[in-house]
């Protein structure tokens, strides 16, 4: 049985300032604080925060990122999870709608629900609206 998760994140750049800040290794470094990189091609490489996370990228386009996500300390053999980043224009930037799914538990799950805003969505944010303002 697999588990999913929806959220959805109200972010205050562009659409295309987003995926800059989702695949743009520099970019990632300055609002994580960690090495991370999206290649913006199927087949391309995905990492974050410092390789702990892997994957590869299965689609890119200018408002949609499709990636596999495997954590390093998830057991051996464990099948890697999907994230779905949609992009939608929004009055106060942009709406992210994020799809993560194919968890093997819900403690899994769960964990990933809070660290989705707490790892990534919180610091974008952060970095946007106090350094970045673009």
Do not use: C
Not at 1 to 26: C, H, I, W, Y
């Amino acid at each position: 049985m697999a588990f999913d998760l929806n959220l959805e994140f109200l972010l205050s750049g562009k659409p295309s300032r987003v995926m800059q800040l989702l695949t743009d290794p520099t970019l990632i470094r300055k609002w994580s604080g960690e090495e991370g990189v999206a290649e913006q091609k199927e087949g391309g490489k995905f990492e974050m925060f410092d390789g702990w996370v892997t994957g590869k990228v299965l689609k890119a386009t200018d408002n949609e990122l499709v990636v596999t996500w495997l954590p390093g300390d998830w057991a051996e053999g464990t099948q890697p999870s999907e994230v779905h980043f949609t992009l939608k224009p929004h009055l106060a930037g942009t709406q992210l709608i994020l799809q993560h799914t194919g968890f093997t538990d819900e403690k899994e799950r769960d964990s990933h629900r809070s660290g989705w805003a707490d790892f990534y969505f919180d610091p974008m944010e952060d970095y946007m609206l106090i350094i970045d303002k673009s």
